[in-house]
């Protein structure tokens, strides 16, 4: 077995080739992913085509800047799949707050959540972050948004300027067929990114064809 | 002089309009407890509210409301360990964790309705009906073997299915239909474990036929207190299938007739607007009784004016709560007559 920490991005370890995070729960498995020992820790294997970020990170992404210590706003956090590698890459002294619309998926987050200790769910609509601000406690690192929703891209301005620090990061993986069915993924792209633009600098986006298809994953820095 | 009462994890706040605090009074910290009063300050003041507002009201502050405060807000953290609520960060992180775990759990079950119910039975009905055909197929060809007349005779399954129960081999059949075919029936011959088996088999799929109709009684009852109107208008069957696509009332009682009228025909619908193929009339809605009888040229329009009698029904349902279905479907014959006479 070889394990070797990945070159760019902290946190993030290869176990033989592939993607994995050091688990905060050894022993437990979130969406039946592989569990690999080695020494005292755990590593948990990140499924890319299950969970975007991977996805992105195994397509080349050259900016995640998830790290240690972290508080996050997690946009469309369902039921954990994606969070629990972002609560292993946080850590302890890290929090992610986690928003979903839908009750049914996050009846299984919350077991997660209470094994794992931070993630915060909230029951709540991302379209109207006034809803939940008594409960995300300052400004957060970073903010990633994956719901499928046509509004994505001002969903994610309004909780940016409510939720995230001044030059803290925004994750997007914005879905073009959530947006325009009709209309050409590109195009899209296109047209969301200008959007971003006048919020954020862009520092890369990578498509994440064949893995999921039609979407666009996306890193930004909020600039001011 | 202006003041608010701001609700947080950590305790309530008495704050001047500048952002100085004025009175703060400590929650227990107990995960529980503190969901529960964060909820209860959704809708009413809890006791550490009004007892914040008293001592403002001593400071001579006149214009007291209840809201949020970006101040407090971000500044939280800091207070949290200031106040002595908590010793670290990382303590507090897991409080919030486990108050938030709390609340979630109250909202999630204050969330689900009775209509949730209604979308399971629905479900279970149509997941029924394609077993109960499988199984009744290949009791069909089974039982077949020993009496392949029987197969044609008998068309519908469940009397198929109840003479095998009740008779078992095809010499013990009586049936005014049936009994001329037993003797020179081109069928092999079955021992009394082979007839006992088979027989077994046709009781259970008798069983969830019973089983069925018990659900859609069931789902029937349910719909005539949760969405009076809408299976007054729909039938029990159609209205509930709308609220499943739908995916509850509530979302139902939001949506534009003409997503009503299209709901179940979303493939075709995406299929016209990428510009291939005509654009659909109608969806699960064809099944209701109005277009069924209606000639072929009128349907799309009836579907359109039965659509949006059931989106007016389901509003009612979901907020007024009154029951006006009888008017509704009145003038919805009304409007087909005026259709057709066209």
Known sequence: ??????????????????????????????YGERLVKSGKKEYRIWDFYRSKPATAIKKGLKEFPLKKGMSV????IASGTTASHFSDIVGKDGLIYGVEIAERVLRELIIHAERRGNIVPILADARKPESYENIVFGKVDLIYEDVASKDQIPILIRNAE??????????????????????????????????????????????????????LFVVMKRRN | MKASIVTTVIGCFGVSEDNNIIAYIKFQKDPQIIAEKIQASETEKIPEEREIEDKLK???????????????????????????????????????SKVNIELTKIKIKK???????????????????????????????????HFPEMDRIIEKHEKFAEIIEKFGSREAIEHPELSQFREKSMGIDLNKADVKIVQNFAKDVLELYKLREELSKYSEDLLKKVAPNLEELAGPMLAAKLISLAGGLEKLARMPSSTIQLLGAEKALFRHLHGRGKSPKHGVIIVHQYIQKSPLEHRGKIARLISSKLSIAAKIDFYSKTNRAKEMKKELEKKIREIKSK
């Open chain 1, 1 to 30: 077995m070889k394990i070797n920490p990945h070159k760019k991005f902290e946190g993030i370890f290869l176990v033989n080739g592939k993607l994995a995070t050091v688990s905060l729960r050894p022993g437990t498995t979130v």
């Open chain 1, 73 to 76: 706003l997690y946009l469309g």
């Open chain 1, 162 to 215: 409510k939720f995230l620090k001044s030059r803290g990061y925004a994750l997007i993986a914005i879905k073009s067929q959530s947006i325009d069915v009709t209309k050409k993924p590109r195009e899209i792209y296109k047209k969301c990114l200008t959007e971003l633009e006048k919020h954020f600098d862009i520092l890369d986006k990578v498509e994440l064809d064949p893995f999921e298809k039609m979407h």
């Open chain 2, 58 to 96: 001593k400071k001579g502050f006149t214009e007291i409301k209840k809201t949020s405060n970006e101040f407090i807000r971000t500044n939280l953290r800091a207070l949290a360990i200031e106040k002595k609520f908590v010793k670290s960060q990382a303590e507090l992180n897991k409080l919030i």
């Open chain 2, 111 to 145: 969330a689900v309705g009775r209509d949730a119910l209604i979308m399971q039975v629905s479900g279970a009905i149509e997941e029924l009906d394609k077993s109960i055909n499988i199984l009744v197929e290949r009791l069909r060809e089974w039982y077949g073997l």
